[in-house]
Each structure stands twice: as structure tokens, then as C-alpha cells.
């Protein structure tokens, strides 16, 4: 099957696999704490840093850069529907980081963010790393659902570049989340069903964005902004932060840098 075959293929379906995908690949980092029992504070900041890369750059490459080519092919403004999108992106994840309790890892419990609740430790710890990850599986719908609007191959890599970026950074984010929790005193087991369990919010992202996009098509510029907004905000407001703790921020630079050169790399190569 080569990949121009996909576009025969309802775009909901397209965007549910490849949230799958990423939802896979996040099990098995997760994996990895079945044969570690901890991690090197500078391969975690390495791992966080990669995955700020790699998001900083799908959020220009693959969906504000396609948000301002469609409204200027449509006739109308090309930059309004990037920016209102864009910021309104960053509300919305705002938002959620104020209502949803989560807490970080390496935090006291009395750190929750959020509306307090009296959850377990172990239920915050999950909800941090799934507000990660809702933009992400947002983000790979929303690409998936345009090619119901424009089923263009090139569009349609650019879809699948994008998941794979995506599912590419949940490997080691998958391992940054469930070693760090056998860490604190889980066992391998329940750290593993803990750290694939945050990503399986982004199949359902996934379907949400690429419905949405199928329903309302004068959205999808805006929409498309919209997933590289809440992407944007998660980097700034809780990779980089936690990359850039302790004595080995270097890594957490270089981890950056890396993770973006492969996401560039995936979307403009392929794209």
C-alpha cells in the first residue's frame, strides 16, 4: 500500500490509527521501567527537551504554516485566523491547567495544581502528563481531518510526519513518566499501566479534532492554529520548566535542538 491510498479512506479512521500509533509508541517507553529501576537526571532532561523540540517545531511546520497557506488560498486574511487560533489555543489549555488537579513529578503533593481534590498522589502524578498530551492528539485529528477538505498527498504526509514526530517524542516521555513513578515507590507494573495510561487521552483528541474539522470546515485555519497554541503553551508552561531543573540544563538544550532538527527534518523532507 503506498500512502497515497490512505486518502480512499475516511479521514476519522486515519486520525484514530495514527493516535493510536502515538498512543503505542508511549507504552512502550513506558516499558522501559521494567528493565530500570531509575533515570539519569541528565537523560531526563534530554528526553523533556527533545520533546519541547519536536512540538515547538510541528506547531509552525505542520499546522500554523498550513493555517496561514489555506486562508490566504480562500481569499481572506493571512494571518487573523493563525493568531485569534493560536491564542485561542493557549486560553483553552490555560484554562484547563487551572480547573484539571495534576501534579508534577519530584513535587509534594501539597504542590497540586488545579481545583484541589482529595485524589491520590498517583492520579495526579497520571493527569499532569495527559494534559501533555491532549494538544498532541488535537493536533495530529486536526491535520488528519483538512484532508476531507483538501485530499492532497502532500497534505496527507505532512499528517503522517506529524504523527510520527509526535509518537517519535511519546516514546521517551513515555519512560520519563513511569521510571520516575517506580521511583517513588510503585511497582514496575502499576508504574508501567500509570505511564501508558496518560497517552491513551490522544486517540480520543484525536477523533474529537478531526470530527470537529469534518463538521465545520470554515474552522480548520483556526483550528489548526488552535492545536499549535495548546502545543505551544504545554512547552512553556511544563517541558521546559521541568527540563531545565538541576545541574545538567545543557542536555535539556541539546535535547531541544535535536528534537526539533527531527521534526523539521520529518515534515520538510517528507512534507
Keep these: 500500500m503506498n500512502i497515497e491510498s490512505l486518502l480512499d479512506y475516511n479521514p476519522i479512521l486515519l486520525a484514530l490509527g495514527a493516535t493510536l500509533f502515538t498512543w503505542a509508541l508511549t507504552a512502550l517507553g513506558a516499558m522501559m521501567v521494567f528493565f530500570f529501576k531509575s533515570i539519569n537526571k541528565r537523560v531526563l532532561n534530554s528526553m523533556l527537551g527533545f520533546a519541547a523540540g519536536v512540538m515547538i517545531a510541528a506547531s509552525f511546520w505542520s499546522l500554523l504554516k498550513p493555517a496561514i497557506e489555506m486562508s490566504e488560498a480562500n481569499g481572506g486574511s493571512s494571518w487573523a485566523p493563525a493568531v485569534i487560533g493560536f491564542l485561542a489555543g493557549g486560553a483553552f489549555l490555560l484554562i484547563v491547567d487551572k480547573i484539571l488537579p495534576h501534579l508534577h513529578l519530584g513535587l509534594s503533593r501539597d504542590k497540586a495544581e488545579g481545583i484541589h481534590?482529595?485524589?491520590?498522589?498517583?492520579?495526579?502524578l497520571v493527569l499532569a502528563i495527559t494534559l501533555h498530551n491532549i494538544p498532541e492528539g488535537l493536533a495530529v485529528g486536526v491535520a488528519f481531518g483538512a484532508l476531507a477538505h483538501n485530499p492532497d498527498p502532500a497534505l496527507l504526509i505532512?499528517?503522517?510526519?506529524?504523527?510520527?514526530?509526535?509518537?517519535?517524542?511519546?516514546?521517551?516521555?513515555?519512560a520519563a513518566v513511569s521510571i520516575p513513578l517506580r521511583r517513588e515507590g510503585f511497582s514496575r507494573l502499576k508504574a508501567f499501566n500509570y505511564g501508558q495510561l496518560s497517552g491513551m487521552v490522544e486517540p480520543i483528541a484525536g477523533v474529537i479534532g478531526a470530527y470537529l474539522v469534518l463538521s465545520m470546515t470554515p474552522i480548520l485555519p483556526y483550528a489548526l492554529?488552535?492545536?499549535?497554541?495548546?502545543?505551544?503553551?504545554?512547552?512553556v508552561e511544563e517541558l521546559i520548566p521541568e527540563s531545565q531543573t538541576g545541574d545538567e540544563t545543557d542536555y535539556s538544550t541539546i535535547g531541544a535542538m535535536l528534537g526539533f532538527a527531527t521534526m523539521m527534518l520529518l515534515d520538510v523532507a517528507l512534507g
Excluded: C, D, Y
Design 158 to 174: 505532512g499528517a503522517v510526519a506529524l504523527a510520527m514526530g509526535i509518537g517519535l517524542q511519546n516514546f521517551p516521555e513515555g
Design 225 to 235: 492554529a488552535f492545536a499549535a497554541g495548546a502545543m505551544i503553551f504545554v512547552v
Design 117 to 124: 481534590t482529595t485524589w491520590k498522589r498517583s492520579v495526579l
